[in-house]
């Protein structure tokens, strides 16, 4: 039996919740294993941030790469006391690092972010393996770098497949341990520059492992006790989703919620591997299966977008919208990488929702302003409501909406934020 374990960053957050991965390792039953690591709760942002200082020659870059450094080295003094083997990896690893932002930047920053960041994910497995073999969990640590291999274009590479998979097909030859430790979100170039996965990232990484590896099932371990039917933080009866479909989940990823992002869920259908979401914090709980079961029952399921943006496209002499207007109009968002949250259509208007992003609505509006009257109103929230019943529907009687749209399964509406 081959699992995937993918833990993120907040899994990662503390000594206490790396102790805690150490448990659930012990308590769980495979013949063999793979751990996808993140990097530590909130080093992606600051390598982010510290590959801006980079690039923009602030004096403070390394200064804040220190205290970085500092950071990883306080949770190495609390978790793993015998670690001069370890120690020396990781000042090679903080010492490269340390050498490329004392270059000048490339052009491409993309390029510049990329060979910043995977330092997180490297240091993280790093210290996540030496730990799990201090408490006699033998492992081996892998650099995914050399298996998971992708094209150059920086911070949201596409996999190679073909090379992906060759590769893959060693990865068990090449280590004896049958527990691996690897990173999530990086990868490598064909010119063997570091790149990474985009967004969710390490979930696509344990999707891509989980798939070419044929596993029995992935497991993402994070600080919620499933896929809830809505947001508990905004909604006091949320509740846990014991099953969900592969379609359902696309669904709700699709219109915006944190559930598993679309291009992780892909690998998976296409092997029908189950997938889990349980909480590290209470691992001997179920959590939510996520599998090709179709005909569920479910609740409501509520998905809310904030900072959303409306524009509205309408002719200027009073004809119809025509479909050279809706390929216009459609281009003009392609070309910018927009994804639209809701569209509408009326006899002489064309009306999009999006996130909002003042840049891109000033570029869109500048290309367009000469073809279409465009209004554009911002500050809006746009829920999605899977499932909806005639309380749903009654309950928006009691509310302002600007926007509305329904089918038999699905309704979304907008209202001020």
């Given at each position: 039996?081959?699992?995937?374990?993918?833990?993120?960053?907040?899994?990662?957050?503390?000594?206490?919740?790396?102790?805690?991965?150490?448990?659930?390792?012990?308590?769980?039953?495979?013949?063999?294993?793979?751990?996808?690591?993140?990097?530590?709760?909130?080093?992606?942002?600051?390598?982010?941030?510290?590959?801006?200082?980079y690039y923009q020659h602030k004096e403070n870059t390394l200064?804040?790469?220190?205290?970085?450094?500092?950071?990883?080295?306080?949770?190495?003094?609390?978790?793993?006391?015998?670690?001069?083997?370890?120690?020396?990896?990781?000042?090679?690893?903080?010492?490269?690092?340390?050498?490329?932002?004392?270059?000048?930047?490339?052009?491409?920053?993309?390029?510049?972010?990329?060979?910043?960041?995977?330092?997180?994910?490297?240091?993280?497995?790093?210290?996540?393996?030496?730990?799990?073999?201090?408490?006699?969990?033998?492992?081996?640590?892998?650099?995914?770098?050399?298996?998971?291999?992708?094209?150059?274009?920086?911070?949201?590479?596409?996999?190679?497949?073909?090379?992906?998979?060759?590769?893959?097909?060693?990865?068990?030859?090449?280590?004896?341990?049958?527990?691996?430790?690897?990173?999530?979100?990086?990868?490598?170039?064909?010119?063997?520059?570091?790149?990474?996965?985009?967004?969710?990232?390490?979930?696509?990484?344990?999707?891509?492992?989980?798939?070419?590896?044929?596993?029995?099932?992935?497991?993402?371990?994070?600080?919620?006790?499933?896929?809830?039917?809505?947001?508990?933080?905004?909604?006091?009866?949320?509740?846990?989703?014991?099953?969900?479909?592969?379609?359902?989940?696309?669904?709700?990823?699709?219109?915006?919620?944190?559930?598993?992002?679309?291009?992780?869920?892909?690998?998976?259908?296409?092997?029908?591997?189950?997938?889990?979401?349980?909480?590290?914090?209470?691992?001997?709980?179920?959590?939510?299966?996520?599998?090709?079961?179709?005909?569920?029952?479910?609740?409501?399921?509520?998905?809310?977008?904030?900072?959303?943006?409306?524009?509205?496209?309408?002719?200027?002499?009073?004809?119809?919208?025509?479909?050279?207007?809706?390929?216009?109009?459609?281009?003009?968002?392609?070309?910018?990488?927009?994804?639209?949250?809701?569209?509408?259509?009326?006899?002489?208007?064309?009306?999009?929702?999006?996130?909002?992003?003042?840049?891109?609505?000033?570029?869109?509006?500048?290309?367009?302003?000469?073809?279409?009257?465009?209004?554009?109103?911002?500050?809006?929230?746009?829920?999605?409501?899977?499932?909806?019943?005639?309380?749903t529907l009654d309950e928006l009687k009691m509310k302002s909406?600007?926007?509305?749209?329904?089918?038999?399964?699905?309704?979304?509406?907008?209202?001020?934020?």
């Amino acid at each position: 039996m081959i699992k995937i374990f993918k833990f993120g960053g907040a899994a990662l957050g503390n000594v206490e919740r790396i102790r805690a991965l150490c448990e659930i390792i012990q308590n769980e039953e495979y013949d063999r294993l793979v751990i996808v690591c993140s990097a530590f709760q909130n080093v992606t942002n600051e390598l982010t941030a510290l590959a801006k200082s980079y690039y923009q020659h602030k004096e403070n870059t390394l200064e804040d790469f220190h205290k970085l450094k500092a950071k990883h080295h306080q949770v190495l003094d609390h978790l793993v006391p015998n670690r001069q083997d370890l120690q020396d990896d990781l000042n090679d690893l903080f010492m490269e690092t340390e050498w490329f932002i004392e270059d000048q930047p490339e052009e491409d920053f993309s390029y510049s972010l990329d060979q910043i960041l995977v330092t997180g994910e490297i240091i993280s497995s790093r210290i996540v393996s030496h730990f799990l073999n201090q408490q006699s969990i033998d492992n081996n640590w892998v650099d995914i770098r050399d298996y998971i291999i992708t094209d150059n274009k920086y911070n949201n590479a596409n996999v190679l497949w073909t090379e992906t998979e060759m590769r893959l097909k060693k990865l068990w030859d090449n280590h004896t341990s049958k527990i691996l430790v690897t990173q999530g979100f990086i990868a490598s170039s064909t010119e063997n520059f570091s790149t990474t996965l985009g967004r969710e990232g390490s979930d696509y990484t344990a999707s891509i492992l989980s798939s070419r590896l044929q596993a029995d099932s992935v497991t993402f371990w994070k600080d919620v006790p499933g896929i809830m039917s809505s947001d508990p933080k905004l909604d006091m009866g949320a509740t846990k989703l014991k099953k969900l479909s592969y379609e359902e989940a696309i669904e709700m990823t699709y219109y915006g919620a944190k559930v598993i992002h679309p291009k992780t869920i892909k690998p998976i259908i296409k092997q029908e591997i189950p997938f889990f979401v349980k909480s590290f914090l209470h691992p001997n709980e179920l959590g939510t299966t996520i599998s090709s079961e179709e005909n569920l029952e479910y609740p409501p399921l509520t998905v809310i977008k904030k900072d959303q943006s409306v524009l509205i496209f309408k002719t200027k002499d009073y004809s119809h919208i025509s479909s050279k207007d809706s390929s216009r109009i459609f281009d003009s968002l392609a070309n910018n990488h927009v994804k639209a949250n809701l569209i509408m259509t009326k006899a002489r208007e064309i009306i999009i929702c999006l996130d909002h992003n003042e840049a891109v609505i000033n570029e869109i509006k500048e290309t367009l302003n000469n073809h279409y009257n465009i209004n554009i109103h911002m500050n809006l929230r746009l829920t999605t409501v899977r499932h909806y019943t005639a309380n749903t529907l009654d309950e928006l009687k009691m509310k302002s909406i600007k926007y509305q749209m329904q089918d038999g399964t699905t309704l979304q509406y907008l209202c001020s934020d």
